[in-house]
Nanobody, 121 residues
Framework: QVQLVESGGGLVQAGGSLRLSCAAS????????MDWYRQAPGKQRELVAA???????NYADSVKGRFTISRDNAKNTVNLQMNSLKPEDTAVYYC???????????????WGQGTLVTVSS
């Protein structure tokens, strides 16, 4: 019913920047919050940044001051601007839509397929 498609991952040198984008599509009435998670090899998936429909944001301590999350409610998109990237930011980044209300008034969560970000030293 709801699909999330990420884009923008790739290889970048330490200190560089990348911008991730995620577009949600399907039978969407509203989305409460949209998040970015990441999972590095051998580690658990962790929350990187979150933004509510009203624009409230939350960041992991490790990315504060370097990453910025933004969203367009009308287009059901969310972006993650990543600056001053470090090798430890290397991971698969996943888009997550939380408390999605569909047109048929079903509430669900949805995940994207992930996009790989590799930061070389």
């Amino acid at each position: 019913q709801v699909q999330l498609v990420e884009s923008g991952g790739g290889l970048v040198q330490a200190g560089g920047s990348l911008r991730l984008s995620c577009a949600a599509s399907g039978s969407i009435f509203s989305i409460n919050a949209m998040d970015w998670y990441r999972q590095a090899p051998g580690k658990q998936r962790e929350l990187v940044a979150a933004i509510t429909s009203s624009g409230n944001t939350n960041y992991a301590d490790s990315v504060k001051g370097r990453f910025t999350i933004s969203r367009d409610n009308a287009k059901n998109t969310v972006n993650l601007q990543m600056n001053s990237l470090k090798p430890e930011d290397t991971a698969v980044y996943y888009c997550h839509a939380r408390d999605v209300t569909t047109i048929s008034r079903v509430t669900l969560n949805a995940w994207g397929q992930g996009t790989l970000v590799t930061v070389s030293s």
